[in-house]
């Protein structure tokens, strides 16, 4: 993973966190553990490869904990750790953050919407 380059608190978070996918996995894991095809449902636009790398990348960082169970076919579980459960409140300002962003264009095209 790249290195921050101004040391700034938000820049190692957008680091880690500034993917197009990584957070969005990270509110589903919120729910509790999912299987890798659950999250694959969850996220219809993302790649296979994309989710491996991305769900990687969450337990390199000890944000998110890949558990397999020896079964036939095999069982892998993919949960949040107690480090990866401190984005609760991350995911939970970035929902009422869109939330704003939707009320907002939904009002600015009522707007311009002429009136019959």
């Known amino acids: 993973m790249k290195e921050s380059l101004t040391g700034c608190s938000v820049e190692e ?3 880690l966190l500034g ?3 990584r957070l969005l996995l990270a ?3 919120l729910d509790g553990p999912k299987r890798f095809n659950d999250l694959r449902r969850d996220v ?3 790649s296979q ?4 790398l991305d769900l990687r990348a969450l337990e390199e960082a000890g944000l998110v904990k890949r558990t397999v169970y020896p ?3 095999i069982k892998v579980e993919y949960q949040l750790t107690e480090d990866g459960m401190r984005l609760h409140a991350v995911v939970a ?3 009422e953050f869109g939330l704003w962003l939707k009320q907002r264009d939904a009002d ?3 707007a311009t919407t002429p009136q019959a």
């Open 49 to 52: 490869r994309m989710l491996t």
């Open 108 to 110: 600015q095209k009522a």
């Open 44 to 46: 219809p636009g993302i």
């Open 13 to 15: 978070s957008m680091r």
């Open 19 to 21: 993917g197009r996918w």
């Open 93 to 95: 300002v970035m929902k």
């Open 27 to 29: 509110s589903y894991l």
């Open 71 to 73: 079964t036939s076919p």
